[in-house]
């Protein structure tokens, strides 16, 4: 088994339940126990033009291979109606492997640690409720690091209902 961290995201169709359902079909993957989940957080869009997020992130132990995951993940959006019309357009969930145990992945599909977490507060603050605070990413960074570079702006955190 090892700790995956899953970055969960949504800005159409009622993104809180959009969260709420990926967290539940997080938890039927086989050989996956979910951990835990992040409170919610809202931000503004990373392009203007576009409703607001609702992020989160849940911890997975797993004994799945990462493209195995990714493959689940990808189903678990699709099911969601998750439509790939636009590179960083709205959508209905997203769901991206910020950490795979201490792997580093460098696939065509897939690149962990997530090559821009370290730019997005709605990533590394969720993040940081989940992980020890002495986490060390597969590259060496640490949590701590990431958070003291990227502030806590533009956040706002709220509880699902």
Not at 54 to 61: G, I, Q
Not at 63 to 75: E, I, K, R, S, V
Request: with cysteine.
């Amino acid at each position: 088994m090892e700790r995956i961290y899953i970055g969960l995201g949504s800005n159409l169709a009622a993104p809180d339940q959009q969260l709420r359902s990926a967290i539940e079909a997080l938890a039927l993957l086989p050989c996956t126990t979910l951990v835990g989940v992040s409170a919610f957080y809202q931000s503004d869009s990373l392009l203007p033009g576009q409703p607001r997020y609702t992020n989160a992130v849940a911890a997975l132990d797993s004994d799945l291979a990462p493209l195995a995951l990714l493959d689940a993940l990808q189903a678990i959006e699709n099911d969601q109606g998750r439509e790939r019309l636009e590179r960083w357009g709205p959508r209905t969930l997203d769901l991206d492997i910020l950490l795979f145990g201490d792997r580093l992945i460098d696939e065509p599909r897939l690149k962990v640690p997530h090559y821009q977490m370290h730019l997005r507060p709605f990533v590394l603050y969720p993040l940081a409720e989940l992980a020890p605070s002495t986490l060390q990413l597969s590259d060496g960074r640490q949590l701590s690091d990431l958070l003291a570079a990227c502030p806590f702006v533009g956040l706002e955190r709220i509880l699902p209902d």
